[in-house]
């Protein structure tokens, strides 16, 4: 227990989110994405799948050192409602893409979920990477947090374009 209630203090310490609003780009590749400065969030239709992505432009030492990692997500963090273990999701065991930061971009049953989850928080959506080592224990690096105004709309047009 004390090593999930550490877990979740790491992720609530996350990059303060800023007042930017999800927006809706359509194109050839229609996209849902917010951007706090620091990182971006983003939900693309790709070649006709759904792909969820994370940038970090200035990723901690252990993540730009890393080949893969996991990943979490926490909505609306640090809001009272109950325990947040159990609201936060996790991708399992990504590729890492080393390229002006780093970013994980996960395709599929898992962006779909993150989709929803993006959809249904109201203030705010928390992304970090996370690790877990040979003990067992879970390190969480490059924790940000994003408003979630407009999520809903902005992800739903690109879902609708995706099939």
């Known amino acids: 227990m004390l090593r999930i209630s ?22 050839a590749v229609p996209i849902a994405y917010v951007d706090n400065g620091a990182a971006q969030f983003q939900f693309a239709c790709r070649g006709g799948d759904l792909a969820m992505g994370f940038w970090v432009r200035s990723p901690s030492k252990a993540v730009a050192a890393a080949a893969a990692m996991n990943m979490a ?12 273990a159990a609201n936060t999701s996790y991708a399992q065991d990504m590729p890492l893409i ?49 408003g979630a105004k407009g999520s809903s709309g902005a992800i739903r047009q690109v879902l609708d374009r995706c099939g």
């Open 6 to 27: 550490a877990t979740i203090a790491l992720l609530l310490v996350a990059t303060a989110a800023t007042a930017e609003e999800w927006r809706y780009e359509g194109g």
């Open 73 to 84: 997500i926490t909505p609306d963090p640090g809001k009272g409602a109950g325990d947040p």
């Open 98 to 146: 080393h390229s002006d930061g780093s970013s994980m971009i996960v395709r599929g049953p898992v962006a779909r979920q993150w989709a929803r989850i993006a959809q249904q928080a109201k203030a705010a959506i928390r992304v970090a990477y996370v690790h877990k080592d040979a003990a067992g224990k879970l390190h969480v690096f490059d924790g940000n947090e994003f």
